[in-house]
């Protein structure tokens, strides 16, 4: 048996310990990743190994040799360019004889190898790959396999509302040689997300041995302590070297251990370590080779590399410290600090929690450091939430964040390309947005300003311009303190989820481009912005059937900025407006009552005999409708009633609708014989397919959002509500009427808590439970969604929270409440009798 140790990655995740070292030599209780592995192919008898090569590829050169002190041959691929996990295994291919493993070179394992070889023989497959479940797999592809081990579905690093199972991938292979016989030289491939869906496409013989041994992928830094604490703990079969003392104290050979000095297991000391008199070591410690620890200092759960000197009366708690590090005496260096190799810090020098510091920095003695040095800073928390980036205004959302998030994503764009910008008439919108603009000039952006707009004239002019990005900057509607930014793509959507990670990885790491004086972008205004939005719904609405119609509605634009947009369109329609808050006003807009506002709204419907009543959010994209009756359409309803209509009278041939819709939809598709499609929860995942369309579509983003293909495939109010008029001139029925006639019911929504430590495994459990409900349709779109006839219920992990969202809808209101308590109880038997019921620290 061969194996293929991929060890290229460049471990960016992991800056600034990687700026010197490739991450397969970072080194995990004493002793570089690449080695565990190597020790782990040994152990089961492989030792015919070749290990393909890149980013700093001499340092594993120089370690792992020619694997005779290993006990195994090694041999070694260089990647002159970047291959990919599977370009880079088939650039080995005429090094392999038959089956042959791969393994990463930068994880921590005890997974049995045998065991899986053994798995994948048996069952003749062509490719087989280790399974296991962790807490959180959003960070790894999840793997759903059947009875026999046949793998089901993939999907590659999701996000929480995809999650249907906690087992993930963890690149750990047996493969038979033809597998690579179809990868291509000339680009870059991967295992993950191109080869392995193809052989599941294509029913090949692609099995899943799910592994009950231990497996870390050490990507983050809080993974990189976790796993060494785990060694510490016995949670592996990992075998440390040294002496073992009482407490789970493990000491190398040659040490000098001051009698005075303390140490509490579990620790890892390595050789030829000295500890002075009066130091003091914590549990969960670990000393590399050759350190040096002074009188009186205090280690408190951190990992020291080799040949670090900690000077007399220091203060070191939970950080790292590269190789060759130099603390100086009394110094503080606190929780989560990164230092690099060869960093010097001098004496009586405090760092601050979570900072970094790069390779060779002196700091300088007495010196206070509250950021990191040169250019990366940490940004622990996830940024994006479902309608884009919000916190709260000058605290959440800063003017610092708000142009390192602009740096972030014009650093991922082409230089001296475009990006638009818009906001609200907030001061505070203000304010980010010419940060995020400021940001934006800085990596050689181009800025052009629309100053005061709405979302969807944003979507439209970055979709029908050279621009590349757009972002707007509004109060939040739902909290008066806060803000919203809508980053948005060349279409004039919302990021994908991907797009969305790396930017957020860019701003953890700080990954910016750097341009010279003469290439920071210029910035100029965009006059007349909403003349090409006008002229776009003139052209493709229907406009000689709504002025036919002759409508007379009532209108609340909420004193937003669609005050600005749409009164340029209503003279188009044909209609009879009475407006109502038709002013953008920050202060009315932020202190009105929602819920009087609809009151009111009724009542001014009713009283004017009007034949309906909108609602426009400040941002001009989402509709409330009032009936003639002065009734309000709920969400379910409003989908509905406007879905038949367009359907009626407006020729669409595709219905697309997320899962937390009811079958309703599905069902008015059927009727009309025309396609029905279910898609995520989130509105780009809607947009996307509603654009890729070969038919025209309708898409119903729920909460009063719907996107047409024919027009820019993002919501407008504007075009929501042409379509709505287009609709009710066909059908020449009051709105109350079509109400009445729609029998849509409600669908109830609840949550429920659950830790991300508990949340794939909760999700695979509920997976398999609907799987054995008779007569059941099951979606795993986002979450789990399970229908029969009428009913249907959804759950959900939160994007944000740690908690489960469960969606349910019957026409018996009684049993739709008894399935949600049902859901309820389900949920928590499951959750309590998780396997880790409590998150690691």
């Not at 209503?570 to 609809?598: C, E, F, K, W």
Request: proline letters at 5%.
């Amino acid at each position: 048996m061969q194996a293929v140790i991929i060890a290229g990655g460049e471990g960016t995740r992991l800056r600034p310990l990687t700026s010197t070292t490739p991450k397969p030599m970072l080194p995990i209780a004493n002793k570089p990743m690449i080695g565990h592995v190597v020790e782990l192919l040994a152990s089961h008898g492989i030792t015919d190994i070749i290990v393909t090569v890149a980013y700093l590829g001499n340092a594993i050169r120089n370690y792992l040799g020619d694997g005779s002190e290993f006990g195994v041959s090694v041999r070694y691929l260089q990647e002159e360019t970047p291959l990919g996990t599977a370009g880079a295994v088939a650039h080995a291919r005429h090094l392999l004889r038959g089956t042959f493993l791969v393994l990463s070179g930068d994880v921590l394992t005890d997974v049995n190898l045998s065991d899986a070889v053994q798995f994948h023989q048996h069952r003749n497959a062509t490719a087989t790959m280790v399974l296991t479940s962790v807490d959180a797999p959003t960070e790894f592809g999840i793997v759903a396999v059947d009875a026999q081990g046949r793998v089901e579905q993939l999907i590659e690093k999701p996000t929480w509302g995809e999650v249907f199972t906690d087992t993930v991938n963890t690149g750990i292979y047996v493969l038979e040689p033809e597998v690579l016989d179809t990868i291509p030289s000339d680009r870059a491939v991967d295992f993950s997300s191109e080869v392995f869906p193809r052989l599941l496409a294509d029913d090949e013989a692609l099995y899943g041995f799910v592994s009950e041994g231990y497996w870390a992928d050490v990507g983050t830094f809080g993974g990189f302590f976790q796993t060494g604490r785990d060694i510490l703990d016995g949670r592996t079969h990992t075998q440390l070297e040294g002496f073992s003392f009482q407490g789970g104290v493990m000491i190398g050979k040659d040490c000098d251990v001051h009698p005075t000095a303390t140490i509490e297991g579990p620790a890892l000391i390595g050789d030829y370590v000295y500890i002075g008199p009066g130091a003091e070591i914590h549990p969960y410690t670990i000393i590399g080779d050759n350190a040096r620890i002074e009188t009186g200092s205090v280690l408190s759960g951190a990992v020291l590399f080799d040949h670090v000197f900690v000077g007399e009366a220091s203060r070191i708690r939970a950080a790292i410290l590269g190789r060759g590090a130099e603390i100086r005496s009394r110094s503080v260096v606190n929780d989560g600090v990164i230092i690099a190799d060869g960093v010097f810090v001098g004496r009586e020098a405090v760092l601050a929690p979570d900072i970094k510091i790069y390779p060779a920095k002196k700091i300088e003695p007495l010196s206070t450091v509250t950021n990191s040095i040169v250019w990366e800073a940490g940004s622990p928390r996830t940024v994006f939430g479902p309608l884009g980036i919000s916190g709260l205004a000058n605290i959440d959302i800063t003017p610092e964040l708000a142009c390192r998030i602009a740096m972030a994503y014009g650093s991922m764009l082409p230089p001296h390309s475009v990006v638009m910008g818009a906001r609200d008439t907030s001061r505070s919108a203000r304010a980010i947005k010419r940060a995020m603009l400021v940001g934006f000039n800085s990596v050689g952006m181009g800025v052009e300003d629309l100053e005061v707009s709405t979302l969807p004239v944003l979507r439209h002019l970055v979709a029908h311009s050279d621009s590349r990005a757009g972002v707007r900057v509004a109060l939040d509607p739902d909290d008066p303190q806060g803000l919203l930014i809508h980053l948005v793509d060349e279409h004039g959507c919302d990021l994908t989820s991907g797009a969305r990670r790396k930017v957020e990885r860019a701003l953890e790491r700080e990954d910016f481009r750097r341009v010279s004086g003469s290439e920071v972008g210029d910035l100029r205004a965009y006059p007349r912005s909403f003349e090409s939005w006008k002229a776009e719904l003139n052209a493709r609405l229907p406009m000689q059937r709504i002025r036919r119609l002759g409508a007379k509605v009532v209108i609340d634009f909420s004193f937003g900025s669609g005050n600005l947009s749409l009164p340029q369109l209503l003279g188009s329609l044909g209609m009879d407006v009475l407006a109502v808050n038709s002013y953008p006003s920050t202060i009315r807009s932020i202190t009105h009552d929602a819920h009087s506002q609809l009151q009111t709204l009724s009542r001014l419907v009713v009283a004017s005999s009007a034949q309906l009543g909108l609602l426009v959010d400040p941002g001009a994209e989402r509709i409330t409708v009032i009936d003639d009756e002065g009734v309000p359409l709920n969400d379910a309803e409003l989908a509905a009633l406007l879905t038949k209509l367009v359907i009626q009278s407006d020729g669409i041939k595709e219905v697309i609708a997320p899962v937390n819709m009811p079958n309703t939809l599905e069902n008015l598709a059927n009727d009309a014989n025309i396609r029905f499609t279910w898609a995520g929860l989130d509105l780009n995942d809607i947009s996307t397919r509603v654009r890729a369309s070969d038919e025209p579509a309708l898409g119903v983003g729920g909460h009063g959002l719907f996107l047409f293909s024919n027009l820019t495939s993002v919501p407008d109010s504007a075009v929501s509500l042409g379509y709505l008029l287009s609709g009710l001139e066909h059908v020449r029925q009051p709105l109350s009427r079509l109400r009445r006639a729609v029998k849509v019911p409600k669908v109830h929504v609840d949550e429920i808590a659950v830790s991300y430590a508990q949340m794939g495994y909760t999700m695979r459990e509920l997976r398999a439970r609907a799987e054995a409900e008779p007569h059941a349709e099951l979606i795993a779109i986002d979450g789990i969604r399970v229908s029969d006839g009428d009913r249907f219920w959804l759950i959900a992990p939160d994007q944000l929270e740690p908690l489960l969202k469960v969606w349910v809808s019957d026409d018996d209101e009684a049993g739709a409440l008894a399935t949600l308590a049902k859901l309820h109880e389900e949920v928590r038997s499951i959750r309590d009798a998780a396997p880790h019921p409590i998150p690691s620290t």
